[in-house]
């Protein structure tokens, strides 16, 4: 696994306003304010190292939901964690022994 060193490294999509055209139609509904969400393969989420890179991604991009796959930690561990960065409402996945593992907050 390699860590994340800058968020040259990391692919951040905001969702805003749909203003493209289907269709040569325009859309028919209100302007909606951006959402960020982070969405990452951590690969194991107990390594020091990829517990600083999550901060700092948080930190930088401040998303408003995350999703996060191959967590690889209990969940009791992962919701210890994500609370200390101000995610409470967070949804599980628990690993199978060492594999797989979702958190949605």
């Not at 805003?16 to 139609?25: N, R, V, Y």
């Not at 991009?61 to 999703?67: E, M, N, S």
């Not at 930690?73 to 200390?84: C, D, E, Q, V």
Request: glycine letters at 8%.
């Amino acid at each position: 696994a390699q860590e994340v060193k800058s968020l040259d490294d990391v692919s951040v999509y905001s969702t805003s306003t749909l203003e493209s055209k289907m269709a040569g139609e325009q859309a028919l509904h209100a302007p909606t304010p951006a959402m960020i969400v982070l969405a990452w393969n951590c690969r194991g989420l107990a390594r020091a190292s990829t517990k600083r890179s999550l901060r700092a991604i948080i930190r930088d991009i401040c998303p408003d939901v995350i999703f996060l796959s191959e967590t690889k930690i209990p969940t009791s561990n992962a919701r210890k964690f994500l609370g200390s960065m101000g995610f409470y409402n967070l949804d599980f996945v628990d690993p199978k022994g060492k594999k797989g593992g979702l958190i949605v907050g």
